[in-house]
């Protein structure tokens, strides 16, 4: 019962932040004609039958479709918090269903949002002191080099150091699997936000100066937060999904795209809500979580 009580604190404040903050809360579809192109997230199909007809849904992996097409149409901030679902996804930090926190600032960006998740983390645990450091320093800290802009020099970097993998990797495979070495040593000393993220992972971010306007909050070696300022150019996201379609077989929302010329220049996060709640309970797995 004491947990259970703890929950229902911790969702309050996170709750009553947002409300003082000016935040609208919203709710959104939690089944989908079109799936979430998350990169490195798989979307989970479901079958049913409407009018007599079967037809295929997608569990969302995430509320930002829903929420930026609400964003579009509102030009408000906005927050949400709700169950998203994830497949082959499972173990200490993973759950194929999970709470997750997100939420849309207008007018702002990703520099925006590390400050509110500071104010959010001073609410919820007392930090006070936090750290922000660029993909290049967490590599350079962990391996003694900076990230390497080529897949053979990544390469090189992970023989060197007994890490596996596959020949025929792109760069952005080879990338992670450098990263979950570097990110399991962050945040341990004070919470770490991660930025100056390489163009190429830069997912739906604005880019500049060829990084990516995006930030990473790390809290004893787990990812916690993951935002960006939002690009907010048609034609860019189209590009962008496109090339995720192709490469994984999946539909296109087209109304998705098209609603990003209506979008306001904006900035976006979310959060995992039973990882954030683990930590604040002080437990080291989701498995201790009865509910």
């Not at 004609?33 to 849904?57: H, T």
Request: proline share 4%; glycine share 4%; net charge negative.
């Amino acid at each position: 019962m004491k947990l259970l009580r703890l929950w229902n604190f911790f969702i309050r404040q996170i709750r009553e932040f947002f409300y003082e903050k000016g935040y609208l809360e919203v709710s959104t579809p939690v089944l989908l004609d079109y799936p979430n192109l998350d990169p490195n997230v798989e979307p989970i199909p479901v079958y049913l039958r409407e009018l007599g007809q079967e037809k295929r849904r997608w569990l969302r992996t995430s509320p930002e479709y829903s929420m930026k097409k609400l964003l579009a149409k509102y030009k408000t901030d906005i927050f949400q918090m709700g169950k998203v679902f994830r497949n082959d996804e499972y173990g200490r930090l993973h759950r194929t269903e999970f709470h997750m926190l997100e939420w849309y600032a207008v007018g702002c960006d990703y520099k925006y949002l590390i400050e509110e998740i500071k104010q959010l983390l001073n609410r919820l645990f007392g930090y006070k002191e936090f750290e922000v450091i660029s993909v290049e320093e967490a590599f350079k800290r962990h391996f003694g080099e900076g990230l390497p802009k080529s897949e053979e020099a990544l390469k090189a970097l992970l023989k060197k150091h007994n890490l596996n993998y596959e020949e025929e990797e792109d760069w952005e495979t080879l990338f992670y699997r450098a990263f979950v070495e570097v990110e399991r040593r962050l945040g341990w000393s004070k919470p770490t936000f991660l930025i100056d993220f390489p163009k190429e992972l830069s997912a739906l971010a604005k880019v500049r100066n060829n990084y990516a306007e995006r930030v990473e909050l790390f809290i004893k070696g787990i990812e916690i937060a993951n935002g960006w300022s939002e690009e907010t150019n048609p034609q860019e996201v189209r590009k962008r999904l496109e090339r995720e379609a192709k490469k994984r077989n999946l539909p296109l929302d087209e109304e998705f795209i098209e609603i990003h010329k209506e979008l306001p220049e904006c900035a976006g996060c979310s959060i995992g809500i039973d990882r954030l709640f683990m930590l604040y309970v002080g437990l080291s797995s989701l498995e201790e979580l009865p509910f």
